[in-house]
């Protein structure tokens, strides 16, 4: 199969055919020939299909030197391959191999970064209304194993917020109602959720094992659940990612990257508090208002960062960094955020980044 990336435009240029990528672009004269070539690489066509609409003699060694200048610059996808993959998850995931292609490398093609999704296991803390959405678009991008926690039951004022429910979940456990929603849309992906309050780090640890990534997506205990979530990425060595307060980040790779614990001092820095000496536990959350779009933006982001660190596609803009949403919801702003010396978790970041610019 010979087919464009889907960032490879093809336009017409005077006379010439023009195969553009990025700054980069392949000219053949044109011509029918040509022009039926350039429209069976935009479908994907078979090798022999487009050898026979170049032709042969001259015609198919001019088409050897286009096949080779368009994989020069980086516009052809590599061929189909066999995967451990289903026929049915490959055919559920066209779409997402089609924007995996954009991204492909001589050592990782499109086929590498959905199996990598597909054999992933993240864990989400809280499965509410930014929770259940995150959880949702994981599944819905192909993540295999996705796991979660929450103690509440649905109420009448998540039936806004949260993904799938509707007034027949009122007074169900979240985690038995998303289970029977997400297990019945996704039968190849493993949905694994326990009706359970976290109430310290070691509660998260334990059910955390095992994972590539803990997302915190949590609101109580105000403030100390992130730092929870941290702190078992920190015991654990499983990175985190975490959301709240208008926040996206910073996504926690432990030992390597600022945390939450980093966050939380560096806010408190801003404010002329001292940071070690503040107390996260005494005083509740106040009943936060939304709207709709709100989780749904909070978790678009939330699960976007998570692919980007599952398959390594493309770089996660929330490493020693956090992405702080604006009023218009997706019109935020990305500050950086280095390692704190004096991160309330001591985390360490901020020792292992002089070590490692010392070396």
């Known amino acids: 199969m010979l087919r464009l990336k889907q960032d490879a435009m093809v336009?017409?240029?005077?006379?010439?055919?023009?195969?553009?990528?990025?700054?980069?672009a392949v000219r053949v004269v044109v011509s029918p020939r040509w022009e039926a070539v350039a429209r069976a690489l935009i479908e994907g066509a078979g090798s022999d299909r487009v050898r026979g609409l170049a032709g042969g003699g001259a015609e198919s060694s001019t088409l050897g030197q286009?096949?080779?200048?368009?994989?020069?610059?980086?516009?052809?996808?590599?061929p189909p391959r066999e995967t451990g993959l289903s026929a049915a998850v490959v055919e559920r995931h066209r779409r997402t191999l089609r924007f995996f292609g954009t991204h492909e490398t001589p050592d990782n093609d499109r086929f590498s970064f959905l199996e990598r999704l597909v054999?992933?296991?993240?864990?989400?803390?809280?499965?509410?209304?930014?929770?259940?959405?995150?959880?949702?678009?994981?599944?819905?991008?192909?993540?295999?194993?996705?796991?979660?926690?929450?103690?509440?039951?649905?109420?009448?004022?998540?039936l806004n917020r949260m993904a799938l429910i509707g007034p027949g979940d009122v007074g169900n456990p979240k985690t038995e109602v998303l289970h029977r929603h997400f297990a019945s849309r996704f039968p190849d992906a493993s949905v694994n959720?326990?009706?359970?309050v976290v109430t310290s780090v070691d509660d998260l640890v334990e059910m955390a094992a095992g994972h590539d990534l803990i997302i915190g997506a949590a609101d109580q205990p105000y403030l100390s659940i992130r730092l929870w979530v941290s702190g078992a990425s920190l015991q654990s060595g499983v990175p985190s990612l975490q959301t709240g307060g208008g926040r996206v980040g910073p996504l926690f790779i432990p030992d390597r990257t600022s945390c939450?614990?980093?966050?939380?001092?560096?806010?408190?820095?801003?404010?002329?508090?001292?940071?070690?000496?503040?107390?996260?536990?005494?005083?509740?959350?106040?009943?936060?208002?939304?709207?709709?779009?709100?989780?749904?933006?909070?978790?678009?982001?939330?699960?976007?960062?998570?692919?980007r660190f599952l398959t390594g596609c493309t770089a996660p803009v929330t490493l020693d960094a956090y992405l702080q949403k604006g009023p218009g919801l997706l019109d935020g702003v990305i500050h950086e955020l280095p390692p704190e010396r004096d991160c309330v978790l001591s985390c360490g970041g901020h020792k292992n980044r002089r070590e490692a610019e010392r070396r």
């Open 119 to 158: 054999n992933a296991k993240v864990f989400v803390v809280g499965l509410g209304g930014v929770g259940s959405w995150i959880a949702y678009q994981l599944l819905m991008s192909g993540v295999g194993t996705v796991s979660g926690c929450d103690g509440d039951v649905v109420e009448m004022s998540n």
């Open 260 to 307: 939450a614990g980093c966050l939380h001092a560096a806010l408190l820095r801003t404010s002329g508090v001292a940071a070690r000496g503040a107390q996260t536990e005494h005083f509740p959350m106040p009943q936060v208002g939304t709207l709709c779009p709100q989780p749904a933006a909070d978790s678009a982001m939330v699960a976007l960062e998570a692919i």
């Open 193 to 196: 959720f326990s009706r359970r």
């Open 66 to 78: 286009l096949l080779g200048a368009l994989r020069g610059i980086g516009a052809l996808e590599a």
């Open 11 to 24: 336009v017409l240029i005077g006379d010439q055919i023009a195969f553009v990528r990025g700054r980069r």
